[in-house]
């Protein structure tokens, strides 16, 4: 089977851009080990990027794409775009159907779609740039809207104070390309990733859930997964953030039977991971939804893959069957 692997060509000043060529690895060693005939397309942001790149998978001629493109020079908006592009063309691919990465890659919109179906997520609104009432309950965390992988949420995100927050969102709205803004209750409680796992023949399994634990942390400090968490590695946030697989005093059938909705409702496929947290009072809410999450050997959702008994290339596999097999 000839199968293209598109991805989008890494800002190699950031650590949030350059992981994607270790998932590009992960997926090339499980092409190889599998016998398939493979070729990279990296795409890069210039103008006629895409133009350039449909050229060159139309003479590959591929039976499949194995879809681990974010978006163009580090600008997540444009992540659906190219799945547009493979479904007008009729060549399969893998991960989720354009739909749901366009309902997932806006942080504004994936909140409307929970609200709209009733799914339990923390109080919200969006900033557009003009300070006017807040509706959203103290204290706060503020995110942008179009970026994901904790990209511009640090400590200074949650916020307790009106003052502060005026304060604030008209430099996060600047420093964030005047894009909009989410306002979000801050759900001071534990954090939970539920993965979904598709099978070839169209089956989604509920892999092992996780939590991450937020070791020795100092009082006072908001326990989030913000930017240093993710990617500094000599950061105190870094090594202080465990995963565990061991759920005590958890509400976990509840937190996968909402995981499964969010599958359905957000058209999702192959691979995807639900975030979500769960207050002191014991209620659930939903933090995130990622299409085609992070898959380096070293995260979150391979560490799932492999705790519930997988291998790299097993994944691989399945994604390329679900690809071929589940489709429009």
């Known amino acids: 089977m000839k199968v293209a692997v598109v991805h ?44 350039a790149l449909v050229g060159e998978i139309s003479r590959f001629g591929p039976d499949v794409i194995f879809n681990l493109f974010e978006g163009l020079q580090d600008d997540p908006r444009f992540q659906p775009v190219l799945a547009s592009y493979y479904e007008i063309s ?23 779609i929970l609200d709209a179906n009733g799914l339990p997520t923390p109080r919200w609104q969006a900033f557009y740039g003009e300070l006017g009432a807040v509706r959203v309950p103290p204290p706060w965390i503020v995110k ?46 534990r954090e939970f990733n539920i993965p979904l796992y ?33 990617w500094e590695e000599t950061s105190f946030e870094y090594e202080n953030t465990q995963r565990t697989y061991e759920l005590e005093n958890a509400p976990v059938e509840q937190m996968k039977t909402i995981a499964l909705k969010c599958w359905d409702i957000f058209d999702l496929r192959g691979y995807a991971r639900v975030d979500m947290r769960l207050a002191p009072s014991g209620e659930v809410s939903i933090i995130e939804i990622n299409a085609n999450p992070c898959i380096t050997p070293t ?8 705790e519930g008994g997988y291998t790299s290339r097993d994944f691989v596999r399945e994604m390329l069957g679900v690809a071929l097999n589940v489709r429009r």
Request: proline share 6%; glycine share 12%.
């Open 8 to 51: 989008n060509k890494p800002d190699e000043g950031k650590l949030d851009s350059v992981d994607i060529l270790d998932q590009l690895g992960l997926v090339t060693a499980g092409l190889a080990e599998l016998g398939h005939e493979h070729r990279v397309f990296p795409v890069e942001g210039k103008k006629g990027a895409f133009v």
């Open 90 to 112: 009729g060549i399969p691919y893998t991960g989720a159907f354009y739909e749901g990465l366009l309902k997932t890659t806006d942080k504004i919109l994936t909140k409307a």
């Open 144 to 189: 942008p809207s179009w970026e994901d992988g904790s990209v511009g949420i640090t400590d200074g995100s949650v916020i307790g104070s009106k003052t502060t927050l005026f304060q604030k969102l008209p430099g996060m709205f600047e420093t964030h390309r005047r894009r909009p803004l989410l306002i979000e209750n801050y759900i001071e409680g």
């Open 198 to 230: 598709q099978h070839a023949e169209g089956k989604v399994e509920l892999l092992p859930p996780s939590e991450i634990l937020f070791d020795c942390w100092p009082e006072g400090k908001p326990k989030i997964m913000n930017y240093n968490s993710k």
């Open 299 to 306: 995260s979150g959702y391979i560490g799932a893959v492999e």
